[in-house]
């Protein structure tokens, strides 16, 4: 369980994200949702460790990992996927997805090939994403909706108990993102799930909850249908209504 | 980073035994030659491990080198049991102690910090009577070496350096199948990523740093027995960019690239003033025409 | 005598400074190059030397050490435009370790053509008559006109590069240029116009360097190595792309290194380079970096 209280983080003048609280928890899918410039990739990064907060706290299964870097929060069980597709395209499918799950791994002078958990860990993602059969291929050779489950099967194979999901359908069509949508509802039922994403009718089909976020703060909170129903969230953000 | 195909295997083992039988048809001036390139190669080898291996360029690599080859004029003539290991122990704890400071950085000022790391290193041995001098000493081999006659001592140290090569060859084949060398490799594809992993890549590159320091005080250590004679300029930034050339030059992209690139450069640098006097013109044309032109290195050819 | 050692520590301390600020004309051009182009340039100690030769060669031709000032300027300058524009352009896009090469290679060139058009020799360059005299500062201690010249000089220079940077559009443009490389276009900056701007400033700079110095240290092959490393150490000291941190940052290494030259020359070198572990292990990003 995850657990942000009174986030805040300034760049400069600008304050991105201010004084947002929120729980991540196993079996619930948590969505955070707002216009451009809202401040939800600063929340993301607030949580994987690639940023510091200016204030407030973030304890992970009661422990406060505020000040733990990005390496050793993905050690402590946060793992996260990348908005733009940030993996090794010369490198295999499975190399990419082995290098994740062999952090886990002691005994660093074993021969790669001869270990056989972080192989059986990564083929275990790549079947549990979808991508079983193209182990041995480049990464590069992948399709924009393969590289997306990729990033997602990355993420899973250090396994996490937090997972932070940037906008994984970023770029995808419709044809592309059913499998992950249906993918995303699946991982909530065994980790806590953080799912950042644009596409309203996503969100609104997966989370148990929902986050507004506007000018770094939230707006409203609940659940997808009382956010649905929500005016103040409508003006704000949707603009007209989805019936 | 590749290994060579299993073509290209045999053709470093056919190498490798052309050179061992050079004693038989060989001059004792060629042999000679044949060991400054087989002593390049496992510099350029040792630097290998972190450009090709972890993506990372340093200048102080010769000061490494020249730590190894120091520590046998230090330590006086002893036997080659006591002077490998103390060069490589040597070599390996200043590499550590300057990993440690200069990884803190990254790209510009990595290359930068250990640029002038390098250059420390320099000065200790050429500003300092540490090393006897800023004209170079000559080395007191240990007493074995006059057991040998004079005229064999080349094809001895031919034989000694071959030897050296190909042990450090193999233990780095084996090390980048390690679960260590896929790390690196990682590193060097996508280290952010390798981050987000949860990998400990600060520790992971200091690791290959050492390391890489301990094998190119090997190096040193082998020239300083073969030539008996070293210089403070062996720790010059410029033999830095000698070796890093020497791994462009084969190939970046495989580890058996330097031993091909560092054969080329011997070669060249024999052959070149066959033709000019203007040294420095061909080395800048070889350097530019390498990086501009040789995609893949000499051992791309042909894959 | 206690005046011959105060007046031994002053000229010293004054050498320091006077040599601090020709690397702070060095290594400002470096910062900046690094910082608004993130492109390495080894081959930077080489403007120096020829800059120094130049002056030399014109100083020979016109009889006249006055010309060779501008003259290293205006060469500067059109020798970094065209550096700029025929390789350095493609040079950004590569490698490291390519670039490593591709500027060691133009040392190499450097060299060899200095050779071809002038020579290898080490010559002396006379100190303008106007200034080859010794001024009393303090008690029994003069130093000479020439040095002081050539402090105020790289004063007046570095306080023009301040006025610049700090005060005109195109130094604003810079700045952010060097805070932010990658966000040079969507800022709506010209970023081909920045590059060569910097670059033919700071190979003038260099240049400029080598002519000033050519009086005091002669001019000899490879002259520009000593100014290289430590330029790499005034950029590291003082933080990539601020020219506050090269000024004082040069300052400082070169007291450090003429004071340690002149008392405990075998530490120089050394504690030089020991200044910037130190600076390392406190503050990787610079001394005077901001943030």
Known sequence: MMDARGLSRRFGGLLAVSDLSLTLQVGELHAVIGPNGAGKSTLVNLLAGELTPTE????????????????????????????????????????????AAQVRSGGILRRADRVRPPIEDALAALTRVGLRGTEQNAAGTLSHGQLRQLEIAVALAGQPSVLLLDEPLAGSGAEDAAPLVALMRDLSREHAVLLVEHDMDVVFAVADVVTVMVDGRMLARGTPGEIRASAAVRDAYLGHVVA | MKSATSRGNTFLALAGLAVASMPFWATAYHMQLASTALILSMFALSLQLLVGGAGLVSLAHAGFFGLGAYTIYLLGPVSILISLPVAALTAGVAALGIGALALRTSGFFFLMTTLAFGQMLFFLFHDTPLGGGL????????????????????????????????????????????????????????????????????????????????????????AALTDAFIAPDLLGWHRSAEALLAILLGGIGFLHGPILGAFALTLLEELSPLITERQRLVEGAVILAAVLLLRRGLAGIGR | MQNAGVSTFLAQLLNGLQYGLLLFLIGSGLTLIFGVMRVINLAHGSLFMIGAYLAYVVAGWTGSFWFALPAAISGGILFGTFLEAALFRRFRD????????????????????????????????????????????????????????????????????????????????????AENPEMVGLLGLDARRIHMLVFAAGTALAMLAGALAAPLQSVYPNMGDGFLILSFIVVVIGGLGSIGGAFWAALLVGTIDTLGKAYVPQLAGIAVCGLMALVLLVRPSGLFARG
């Open chain 3, 94 to 177: 590569r490698e490291h370790l390519d670039q490593v090469l591709l500027t060691f290679a133009l040392i190499l060139i450097f060299e060899e053509a200095r050779s071809i058009l002038v020579d290898n020799q080490f010559h002396s360059v006379a100190v303008p008559e106007l200034l080859d005299f010794s001024i009393p500062i303090v008690g029994g201690f003069a130093y000479s006109a020439y040095r002081l010249a050539v402090l105020a000089v790289c004063l007046a220079v570095a306080g023009l590069m301040v006025l610049v940077v700090e005060r005109t559009n195109i130094g604003a443009s810079i700045r952010a240029a």
């Open chain 1, 56 to 99: 407030g706290s973030i304890w992970l299964n009661g422990v406060d990992i505020a000040a733990l870097d990005t390496e050793r929060r993905a050690r402590a069980g946060v793992g996260r996927t990348f908005q733009r597709t940030n993996l090794m395209p010369e490198l295999s499918v499975l190399e990419n997805v082995r290098l």
């Open chain 2, 135 to 222: 004209d170079g000493v000559f080395i007191q081999r240990p007493d074995t070496i006059w057991t040998i006659s004079k005229a064999q001592r080349p094809t001895v140290f031919l034989l000694l350096n071959l030897s050296v090569l190909a042990a450090m060859y193999a233990g780095l084949w084996l090390l980048m199948r390690t679960l260590f060398g896929r790390a690196l490799l990682g590193i060097r594809a996508n280290e952010h990523r390798m981050r987000a992993m949860g990998h400990p890549v600060q520790r992971l590159k200091l690791a290959a740093f050492t390391v890489a320091g301990m094998l190119a005080g090997i190096a040193g250590h082998m």
